[in-house]
């Protein structure tokens, strides 16, 4: 690497580095949050006390995490206990749930949980015991955590720091690969990686504690070798594709689709290679998700369940708009990224070459899926996630097509366009992510803030949180148990509404003579959708 490039890349991954801080505390629990709770220490005894009784009880069940702990009936202290406990991204609570569930001593890591995977789970116990060993943070008992729950809360810091060491991993193997190729491939090659890495979708999951970034250097990984048994039949490429396909899915389920673009990928000829090549997909797989050999009985039942909440949900259950649904996509893209990419793909299955028509296809059935997926269980932004590794296909599709058109010169400006305005639209989310991140400035706890000190005591509160379980993501940090929750507006004087998705909104036709807005706490969201965890808008109306 010449000293040039080396002095290019250091500032690339300093400025990485910065963008990716940015916001990175968003959602944790800070001592102004818990000064707005108003809870006592005794009142913070008697959580911890039943709470630790209750997880004792429950935690060597064989059901999903999710049933176990989110299905009993709201209490006072299962109430408060989230406001310790959770980020505003409920599932960051729950991956340290399936985290603890783990029998690591008996070689067993089973999570009992439906979305999950260990490709990221296992990497992040190490960290958090390697912190641990060394003393940057302390694992306690639950119990202990509730009496101090900012201690709770670095464990998130550390799942965000290992996503970040994730982001610098898979801009390094873009790096790499792009070195590996021609002076002119190697310019397309990078453009199309800045297009991926600019994704505002890829931006924000990088800031949350889930896999759906994490498998992403995998996915290139697995592409890249694809792409290399496609040009020069050597089986061997094939093999190591299949391993960190297999590996990806033990990531996330919904990445099997990678496993449909290994198949028809695959030479006809090599057929009895292919069972090699299966071999070392389990492998891939079930390296990090040995339970699944293990306690198969019960691991198999959380793919069966979530093919199940896919396939027998009803219409009435969510939208049955087809356009609608494909609304929360673009979301995902935006809506130049999201032509693009329709352009890319339809060029690919009307003249592109074999590799890039799979590539195509397998985009095409993969937006047709979650089109239907929505369409049935929910009209929910935050499905948009499951884009993050489309981008990846696209990205490849691109660097195909840029270093073979005709049109280059114009093909280079369209996609420079594209790129600019994703870096626009990834820069707005970071700024609602660093205004979620600071006390001045959070909506929940402005909005925390103004409701302690401007709505008396004792008064009637519904806030628009599902079946009443009101928790940080849904729920300005207020002093909740001073006031009388309401399970149905009519029946409050204040209404506080957070718009965390698009369900969350209230719909005040027939009783909207009977309130009025009287706050407003509003996010920086123009090109984005203004729908989210982080930095949530919130409503405040009293009856007439």
């Not at 990497?123 to 008992?141: A, F």
């Not at 899926?369 to 296909?393: E, G, M, P």
Request: with cysteine; charged share 20%.
């Amino acid at each position: 690497m010449k000293k040039s490039e080396k002095i290019i890349l250091l500032i690339f991954l300093m400025s990485l580095i910065a963008i990716m801080l940015c916001g990175n505390q968003w959602g944790l629990l800070t001592q102004k949050k818990l000064e707005l709770l108003n809870v006592s220490n005794e009142r913070l005894t008697e959580i911890a006390e039943e709470s630790s009784e209750e997880f004792q009880r429950k935690i060597g069940s064989e059901d999903s995490t999710y049933k176990v702990f989110g299905s009993d009936e709201e209490t006072a202290n299962r109430r408060m206990r989230r406001f310790l406990l959770y980020t505003h991204e409920p599932d960051e609570y729950y991956v340290l749930l399936a985290l603890s569930r783990m029998k690591p001593g008996q070689f067993n890591f089973n999570t009992y949980s439906m979305e999950y995977g260990n490709t990221f789970l296992i990497p992040l116990g190490i960290v958090i015991k390697t912190c641990d060993w060394i003393g940057t943070t302390k694992i306690l008992t639950l119990k202990e955590y509730l009496l101090n729950p900012l201690e709770f809360h670095s464990l998130y810091r550390i799942g965000r720091g290992l996503m970040l060491i994730n982001l610098f991993f898979f801009i390094l193997l873009y790096y790499y690969f792009g070195k590996k190729m021609s002076a002119a491939d190697a310019f397309a090659w990078h453009l199309s990686a800045a297009f991926v890495l600019s994704s505002s979708i890829i931006v924000e999951y990088y800031h949350i504690i889930k896999p759906h970034a994490f498998v992403l250097p995998l996915i290139l990984l697995s592409l890249y070798f694809l792409y290399r048994y496609h040009t020069s039949e050597t089986i061997y490429d094939f093999y190591l594709s299949s391993l960190f396909a297999g590996a990806a899915v033990a990531g996330i389920l919904n990445a099997s689709i990678f496993v449909l673009l290994l198949l028809i990928t695959f030479k006809r000829k090599h057929i009895r290679k292919l069972l090699i090549a299966i071999l070392f997909l389990s492998a891939g797989f079930l390296i990090f998700n040995n339970h699944y050999l293990l306690e198969f009985r019960t691991a198999i039942f959380y793919p069966m369940r979530i093919y199940d909440y896919y396939f027998s949900a009803k219409p009435a259950v969510g939208n049955s708009d087809y356009l609608n649904a494909t609304r929360i996509i673009i979301f995902a893209t935006g809506l130049p990224g999201f032509i693009l990419i329709s352009a890319l793909t339809i060029r690919a299955i009307l003249i592109g070459s074999g590799f890039e028509k799979r590539i195509a296809a397998v985009i095409i059935i993969h937006h047709l899926f979650f089109s239907s997926a929505l369409r049935l269980v929910s009209n929910n932004y935050l499905w948009a996630r499951y884009y993050c590794y489309i981008f990846v296909l696209a990205g490849f599709l691109m660097w195909m097509y840029l270093k073979k058109t005709e049109w280059r010169k114009l093909a280079v400006l369209t996609l420079c366009l594209v790129i600019a305005f994703q870096i626009v639209r990834a820069s707005e989310i970071l700024l609602n992510l660093a205004g979620d991140s600071s006390d001045e400035t959070s909506t929940r706890v402005n909005a925390g803030t103004w409701i302690n000190s401007h709505i008396p005591e004792g008064s009637r509160i519904y806030v628009s949180a599902p079946s009443g379980r009101w928790a940080p993501f849904n729920t300005p940090y207020f002093a909740f148990e001073r006031f009388l929750a309401c399970k149905e507006p009519e029946t409050a004087k204040y209404l506080v509404m957070v718009n965390y998705d698009h369900g969350s909104e209230l719909d005040i036709k027939n009783i909207s003579g009977s309130f009025r807005l009287i706050k407003k706490f509003s996010n920086t969201s123009v090109l984005t959708d203004r729908y989210h965890y982080y930095q949530s808008e919130l409503d405040i109306y009293e009856k007439i």
